[in-house]
């Protein structure tokens, strides 16, 4: 995750959730990380607030349930062999491979209120491949937009194994079956969008961002039928409400039994209820913070094992045997 900001539901429901399975279902080995140089690629005019975020990063992973004694938790800059190997694999990866990523084009065309002309920005998905490729990962759990970045990973692991001998292995994506979760105007949950429910937000705030919620627009009326099935209220509700209720909901909205004021009252209380546990990790951890710092310095050195291991190798295949 890059610390451009705090995490929000989206976050968490989008990548978190799945993430914490993946680590309990014991069949992988996991590292996750906060990847700070990633920020930079696109915030490197303002990192004042990177160190902030990414410590934040760690608190919300350990009360969410990331548990450093089953997954490898560090932060990428911390692990100097990324940049090496970044290094290297921009030897052998051809601009046009980059150009034509769609998330580059993507966001070149949509974000205005940053220069993205910079070379670490275009070569972003090399340092993902680096990323990855470290640790010989066999699966990325990712979102459909990142597939692309994925594939070039791919591509770099074959053109690397073609040129100096098989070292990597071409990892898979991991797709999982996420809740669509938009943000409380209707767009996609995003901090740059000032839509975002926070995984800090408790009490009066959340009960504010979940009453400002857009519901189904063409429902102006308390005696209005209204439409779950594109009801961003009842995507959460799905989430939060247990199933019996949530199918009560359903029937009440289409005949308009139930107003919104009412449906997001519940929802609000169910959010709160649904996060209290990890609300009071988060109070913990934040009581502690010597604790989550010693977490990821235990963390960077697990990493730094495993990565000065694959740098070895790949130097040797790469570069010959140092005689320096
Ligand atoms: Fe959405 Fe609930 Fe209103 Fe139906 S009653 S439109 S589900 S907020």
Redesign the pocket.
């Known amino acids: 995750m890059r610390p451009t900001g705090y995490l929000h539901l989206g976050n968490l429901h989008g990548a978190l959730k799945n993430w914490i399975t993946l680590q309990n279902q014991g069949e992988f080995e996991c590292f996750y990380f906060v990847a700070d140089w990633h920020a930079l690629t696109s915030d490197f005019a303002d990192p004042s607030m990177i160190g902030t975020y990414t410590e934040a990063i760690f608190i919300d992973w350990l009360s969410a349930g990331l548990d450093p004694e089953k997954s490898t938790l560090f932060v990428q800059s911390a692990v100097k062999e990324h940049a090496e190997l970044f290094v290297l694999f921009s030897m052998i990866t051809p601009v046009a491979w980059l150009e034509r990523n769609p998330t580059y084009k993507e966001m070149k065309e949509e974000i205005s209120n940053r220069d993205l002309s910079n070379l670490g920005f275009l070569a972003y998905p090399v340092l993902q491949a680096a990323d990855i490729l470290m640790y010989k990962a066999y699966g990325v759990p990712v979102g459909i937009d990142q597939l692309p970045h994925v594939e070039l990973t791919r591509e770099i692991a074959r053109r690397f194994n073609y040129l100096y001998g098989e070292v990597f292995p071409e990892p898979q994506s991991l797709l999982a079956d996420t809740p669509k979760l938009l943000g409380i105007d209707g767009r996609k949950m995003s901090k740059s969008y000032e839509n975002a429910i926070y995984l800090s937000d408790e009490g009066v705030e959340l009960h504010r961002k979940v009453m400002s919620m857009f ?2 627009p063409q ?1 102006k009326r308390r005696t209005d039928p ?1 439409r ?1 099935e594109i ?1 961003n ?2 995507s959460f509700h799905n989430i939060y409400t247990e199933k019996q209720k949530v199918e009560e ?1 359903e029937i009440d ?1 289409r005949n308009a039994h ?1 107003g ?1 004021t009412d ?2 009252e519940l929802l609000s209380k169910n959010i709160a209820a649904g996060l209290e546990d990890f609300h009071a990790k988060r109070r913990y951890y934040l009581q502690h913070i010597d604790e989550v710092r010693d977490i990821i310095k235990e963390g960077n050195r697990r990493a730094r094992f495993v990565a000065e291991k694959t740098m070895a190798e790949v130097r040797e295949v790469m570069m010959g045997k140092s005689i320096y």
């Open positions: 519901t189904d429902r209204g779950p009801c209220v009842f909901l909205c139930i919104c449906c997001k």
